[in-house]
Protein backbone atom coordinates (compact mmCIF):
# COMPACT_ATOMS: atom_id res chain seq x y z
CA UNK A 1 0.00 0.00 0.00
CA UNK A 2 1.42 3.43 -1.12
CA UNK A 3 2.61 5.57 2.11
CA UNK A 4 -0.20 7.99 2.27
CA UNK A 5 1.13 10.28 5.31
CA UNK A 6 0.58 13.29 3.88
CA UNK A 7 -3.00 12.85 4.01
CA UNK A 8 -4.64 14.81 6.71
CA UNK A 9 -5.53 12.84 9.00
CA UNK A 10 -9.50 13.97 9.80
CA UNK A 11 -10.22 15.88 6.80
CA UNK A 12 -13.33 15.71 5.51
CA UNK A 13 -13.84 13.12 2.29
CA UNK A 14 -13.49 15.40 -0.87
CA UNK A 15 -17.07 16.10 -2.35
CA UNK A 16 -19.18 15.58 0.98
CA UNK A 17 -18.43 18.94 3.11
CA UNK A 18 -17.75 22.08 1.07
CA UNK A 19 -17.20 24.14 4.60
CA UNK A 20 -14.11 25.55 5.18
CA UNK A 21 -13.99 24.29 8.78
CA UNK A 22 -14.77 20.81 7.35
CA UNK A 23 -10.59 20.69 6.68
CA UNK A 24 -9.10 19.62 9.94
CA UNK A 25 -5.84 20.93 10.04
CA UNK A 26 -3.46 18.77 12.47
CA UNK A 27 -0.97 19.99 14.37
CA UNK A 28 1.55 17.51 12.27
CA UNK A 29 0.50 14.44 10.41
CA UNK A 30 0.97 10.82 11.09
CA UNK A 31 4.27 9.43 9.71
CA UNK A 32 4.31 7.04 12.74
CA UNK A 33 4.35 3.93 10.64
CA UNK A 34 7.92 2.23 9.86
CA UNK A 35 9.50 2.37 6.51
CA UNK A 36 11.91 -0.12 7.38
CA UNK A 37 11.06 -2.66 4.70
CA UNK A 38 9.01 -0.59 2.39
CA UNK A 39 10.14 -1.34 -1.14
CA UNK A 40 11.80 1.63 -3.01
CA UNK A 41 9.46 4.02 -4.56
CA UNK A 42 9.26 6.75 -7.24
CA UNK A 43 7.61 9.98 -5.18
CA UNK A 44 7.42 13.68 -6.71
CA UNK A 45 6.48 16.75 -4.63
CA UNK A 46 4.68 19.12 -6.78
CA UNK A 47 4.33 23.06 -4.38
CA UNK A 48 2.46 25.34 -5.68
CA UNK A 49 -0.09 28.23 -4.57
CA UNK A 50 -2.82 26.03 -6.20
CA UNK A 51 -4.75 29.05 -6.12
CA UNK A 52 -7.39 27.04 -7.49
CA UNK A 53 -5.68 24.33 -9.00
CA UNK A 54 -6.24 24.41 -12.87
CA UNK A 55 -6.23 21.65 -15.88
CA UNK A 56 -2.50 23.00 -16.38
CA UNK A 57 -1.71 21.67 -13.16
CA UNK A 58 -3.31 18.15 -13.66
CA UNK A 59 -1.67 18.00 -17.25
CA UNK A 60 1.82 18.40 -15.98
CA UNK A 61 1.21 15.96 -13.32
CA UNK A 62 0.01 13.46 -15.62
CA UNK A 63 2.63 13.79 -17.98
CA UNK A 64 5.35 13.69 -14.88
CA UNK A 65 3.63 10.43 -13.83
CA UNK A 66 3.92 8.71 -17.06
CA UNK A 67 7.00 9.75 -18.18
CA UNK A 68 8.97 8.85 -14.94
CA UNK A 69 6.58 5.97 -13.38
CA UNK A 70 5.60 8.01 -10.42
CA UNK A 71 4.19 6.26 -7.90
CA UNK A 72 2.57 9.01 -5.67
CA UNK A 73 2.67 13.02 -6.76
CA UNK A 74 2.08 14.89 -3.55
CA UNK A 75 0.38 18.33 -4.16
CA UNK A 76 1.54 20.62 -1.61
CA UNK A 77 -0.25 23.81 -1.15
CA UNK A 78 1.85 26.46 0.17
CA UNK A 79 0.77 28.71 2.84
CA UNK A 80 2.05 31.40 2.39
CA UNK A 81 4.35 31.73 -0.60
CA UNK A 82 7.52 33.14 -0.65
CA UNK A 83 7.89 33.92 -4.82
CA UNK A 84 4.32 35.82 -4.30
CA UNK A 85 3.73 39.39 -3.89
CA UNK A 86 -0.24 39.11 -4.19
CA UNK A 87 -1.69 40.10 -0.78
CA UNK A 88 -4.93 38.18 -0.99
CA UNK A 89 -4.56 34.56 -1.28
CA UNK A 90 -7.48 31.90 -0.91
CA UNK A 91 -7.61 31.05 2.45
CA UNK A 92 -5.36 27.64 2.96
CA UNK A 93 -8.38 25.25 4.19
CA UNK A 94 -9.78 26.41 0.30
CA UNK A 95 -6.92 25.78 -1.95
CA UNK A 96 -6.06 22.69 -0.17
CA UNK A 97 -9.65 21.25 -0.57
CA UNK A 98 -9.14 22.15 -3.98
CA UNK A 99 -6.49 20.24 -4.58
CA UNK A 100 -7.70 17.29 -2.71
CA UNK A 101 -10.61 17.71 -4.52
CA UNK A 102 -8.75 17.54 -8.26
CA UNK A 103 -6.92 14.62 -6.78
CA UNK A 104 -9.79 12.51 -6.01
CA UNK A 105 -9.69 11.16 -9.26
CA UNK A 106 -6.01 10.23 -9.53
CA UNK A 107 -5.09 7.16 -7.43
CA UNK A 108 -1.69 8.51 -7.28
CA UNK A 109 -1.84 11.76 -6.61
CA UNK A 110 -2.09 13.01 -3.12
CA UNK A 111 -2.99 16.21 -1.66
CA UNK A 112 -0.70 17.14 0.92
CA UNK A 113 -0.47 19.11 4.38
CA UNK A 114 3.17 19.85 4.97
CA UNK A 115 2.94 23.34 4.16
CA UNK A 116 -0.13 23.74 6.04
CA UNK A 117 -0.59 26.90 9.05
CA UNK A 118 0.26 25.21 12.29
CA UNK A 119 -2.82 24.66 14.51
CA UNK A 120 -4.45 27.48 11.82
CA UNK A 121 -2.20 29.96 12.86
CA UNK A 122 -0.65 33.26 11.03
CA UNK A 123 0.72 30.99 8.09
CA UNK A 124 4.31 31.36 8.12
CA UNK A 125 6.46 30.99 5.04
CA UNK A 126 7.96 27.39 3.98
CA UNK A 127 10.68 27.12 2.07
CA UNK A 128 10.86 23.92 -0.71
CA UNK A 129 14.60 23.37 0.91
CA UNK A 130 13.04 22.52 4.00
CA UNK A 131 10.17 20.72 2.78
CA UNK A 132 12.16 18.70 0.36
CA UNK A 133 14.73 17.74 3.21
CA UNK A 134 11.80 17.04 5.22
CA UNK A 135 10.36 14.33 2.40
CA UNK A 136 13.53 13.15 1.84
CA UNK A 137 14.00 12.00 5.48
CA UNK A 138 10.61 10.53 6.02
CA UNK A 139 10.94 9.04 2.28
CA UNK A 140 14.36 8.03 2.87
CA UNK A 141 13.82 5.07 0.51
CA UNK A 142 12.50 6.29 -2.23
CA UNK A 143 13.29 8.10 -5.13
CA UNK A 144 12.29 11.78 -4.65
CA UNK A 145 11.90 13.94 -7.58
CA UNK A 146 10.46 17.97 -7.54
CA UNK A 147 7.72 19.10 -9.98
CA UNK A 148 8.01 22.65 -11.04
CA UNK A 149 7.09 24.53 -14.15
CA UNK A 150 9.39 26.08 -16.32
CA UNK A 151 8.52 30.17 -15.01
CA UNK A 152 9.25 29.27 -11.95
CA UNK A 153 12.37 27.10 -11.88
CA UNK A 154 13.80 30.28 -14.03
CA UNK A 155 13.12 31.95 -10.67
CA UNK A 156 15.15 29.76 -9.21
CA UNK A 157 18.09 32.33 -7.73
CA UNK A 158 15.36 33.80 -6.20
CA UNK A 159 14.70 31.16 -3.77
CA UNK A 160 16.01 30.35 -0.05
CA UNK A 161 19.33 28.20 -0.22
CA UNK A 162 18.46 27.32 -3.62
CA UNK A 163 21.99 26.19 -4.33
CA UNK A 164 21.57 23.29 -1.48
CA UNK A 165 18.23 22.81 -3.34
CA UNK A 166 19.74 21.65 -6.88
CA UNK A 167 21.88 19.57 -4.98
CA UNK A 168 19.42 17.84 -2.66
CA UNK A 169 17.02 16.15 -5.41
CA UNK A 170 15.96 15.65 -8.92
CA UNK A 171 13.87 18.32 -10.83
CA UNK A 172 11.26 17.30 -13.46
CA UNK A 173 10.65 20.75 -15.23
CA UNK A 174 7.44 21.10 -17.31
CA UNK A 175 7.25 23.12 -20.08
CA UNK A 176 4.99 26.29 -20.15
CA UNK A 177 4.06 28.77 -23.01
CA UNK A 178 6.11 31.74 -23.16
CA UNK A 179 9.00 29.96 -21.70
CA UNK A 180 11.94 28.24 -22.91
CA UNK A 181 13.30 25.17 -21.69
CA UNK A 182 17.16 26.01 -23.02
CA UNK A 183 16.98 28.94 -21.15
CA UNK A 184 16.89 26.39 -18.17
CA UNK A 185 20.69 26.05 -17.71
CA UNK A 186 21.02 29.34 -17.58
CA UNK A 187 19.60 29.83 -14.38
CA UNK A 188 22.31 27.43 -12.98
CA UNK A 189 25.53 28.36 -11.06
CA UNK A 190 27.95 27.39 -13.69
CA UNK A 191 29.74 25.01 -11.41
CA UNK A 192 26.73 22.83 -10.34
CA UNK A 193 26.75 22.23 -13.92
CA UNK A 194 28.40 18.35 -14.61
CA UNK A 195 31.72 18.69 -16.41
CA UNK A 196 30.54 16.58 -19.25
CA UNK A 197 27.43 17.49 -21.26
CA UNK A 198 24.55 14.77 -21.84
CA UNK A 199 23.55 13.77 -25.24
CA UNK A 200 20.28 13.79 -23.45
CA UNK A 201 18.31 17.12 -25.05
CA UNK A 202 15.67 16.38 -22.38
CA UNK A 203 18.22 16.68 -19.39
CA UNK A 204 20.15 19.07 -17.71
CA UNK A 205 23.26 16.93 -15.94
CA UNK A 206 24.02 18.43 -12.83
CA UNK A 207 27.30 17.58 -10.37
CA UNK A 208 24.55 15.56 -8.16
CA UNK A 209 21.17 15.60 -9.34
CA UNK A 210 19.59 16.18 -12.97
CA UNK A 211 17.33 18.10 -14.18
CA UNK A 212 15.01 17.05 -16.61
CA UNK A 213 12.89 18.79 -19.26
CA UNK A 214 9.40 17.80 -19.24
CA UNK A 215 7.94 18.75 -23.11
CA UNK A 216 5.51 16.66 -23.40
CA UNK A 217 3.16 19.12 -21.71
CA UNK A 218 1.66 22.51 -23.09
CA UNK A 219 -1.18 23.94 -21.19
CA UNK A 220 -1.93 28.08 -21.15
CA UNK A 221 -4.23 27.47 -18.24
CA UNK A 222 -2.55 29.66 -15.09
CA UNK A 223 -4.73 30.70 -11.50
CA UNK A 224 -4.60 33.98 -13.11
CA UNK A 225 -6.61 33.54 -16.16
CA UNK A 226 -9.02 31.54 -13.95
CA UNK A 227 -9.67 34.02 -11.27
CA UNK A 228 -10.02 37.11 -13.78
CA UNK A 229 -12.68 34.81 -15.20
CA UNK A 230 -14.41 34.05 -12.13
CA UNK A 231 -14.01 37.79 -11.15
CA UNK A 232 -15.64 38.49 -14.88
CA UNK A 233 -18.32 36.15 -14.25
CA UNK A 234 -17.10 34.26 -17.15
CA UNK A 235 -17.14 30.13 -17.15
CA UNK A 236 -14.56 28.23 -16.41
CA UNK A 237 -15.58 24.90 -17.51
CA UNK A 238 -12.49 22.93 -18.76
CA UNK A 239 -9.81 25.47 -17.24
CA UNK A 240 -10.28 23.09 -13.49
CA UNK A 241 -11.46 19.79 -12.93
CA UNK A 242 -15.16 19.42 -12.69
CA UNK A 243 -15.22 18.92 -8.79
CA UNK A 244 -13.30 22.06 -8.55
CA UNK A 245 -15.37 24.38 -10.49
CA UNK A 246 -18.32 22.95 -8.13
CA UNK A 247 -16.76 23.80 -5.04
CA UNK A 248 -15.69 27.13 -6.43
CA UNK A 249 -19.55 27.65 -7.37
CA UNK A 250 -20.52 26.87 -4.19
CA UNK A 251 -18.28 28.68 -2.20
CA UNK A 252 -18.75 31.85 -4.27
CA UNK A 253 -14.50 31.92 -4.39
CA UNK A 254 -12.78 34.95 -6.43
CA UNK A 255 -15.56 36.97 -7.10
P1 LIG B 1 -0.71 32.24 -10.86
O1 LIG B 1 -1.35 32.46 -12.19
O2 LIG B 1 -1.55 32.67 -9.70
O3 LIG B 1 0.69 32.82 -10.80
P2 LIG B 1 -0.03 29.48 -11.56
O4 LIG B 1 -1.04 29.16 -12.60
O5 LIG B 1 1.38 29.75 -12.01
O6 LIG B 1 -0.56 30.66 -10.62
P3 LIG B 1 0.89 27.99 -9.23
O7 LIG B 1 0.04 27.37 -8.21
O8 LIG B 1 1.67 29.17 -8.86
O9 LIG B 1 -0.07 28.30 -10.50
O10 LIG B 1 1.82 26.89 -9.89
C1 LIG B 1 2.35 25.79 -9.19
C2 LIG B 1 3.40 25.14 -10.08
O11 LIG B 1 2.79 24.69 -11.30
C3 LIG B 1 4.52 26.12 -10.52
O12 LIG B 1 5.74 25.42 -10.53
C4 LIG B 1 4.10 26.54 -11.92
O13 LIG B 1 5.20 26.88 -12.70
C5 LIG B 1 3.44 25.26 -12.43
N1 LIG B 1 2.41 25.52 -13.43
C6 LIG B 1 1.24 26.17 -13.25
N2 LIG B 1 0.52 26.21 -14.39
C7 LIG B 1 1.27 25.58 -15.32
C8 LIG B 1 1.09 25.30 -16.72
N3 LIG B 1 0.00 25.71 -17.38
N4 LIG B 1 2.06 24.63 -17.38
C9 LIG B 1 3.20 24.23 -16.72
N5 LIG B 1 3.43 24.45 -15.41
C10 LIG B 1 2.48 25.13 -14.72
Do not use: M
Given at each position: MPARSHEPAHASAPGHSHSHAGVHIPHSHAHGHSRAHAPSRVIAIFGGTFDPIHSGHIAVAQAAQRRFHLDTIYFVPSSRPPHKSRQSLAAFPHRYAMAALACADHAAFIPSLAEAPVDGGTPHVFYSIDTVKRFRKEHSDDHLYFI?????????????????????????????????????????????????????????????????????????????????????????????????????RGQALYR
Open positions: VGADQFLEIPTWYHYEQLLDTCDFIIAHRPGFRLDALRLVVPPEKLARTRTQNPHAIELRKTKLHLLSTVSSHVSSTEVRQRLEKRQSIHGLVPARVEEYI
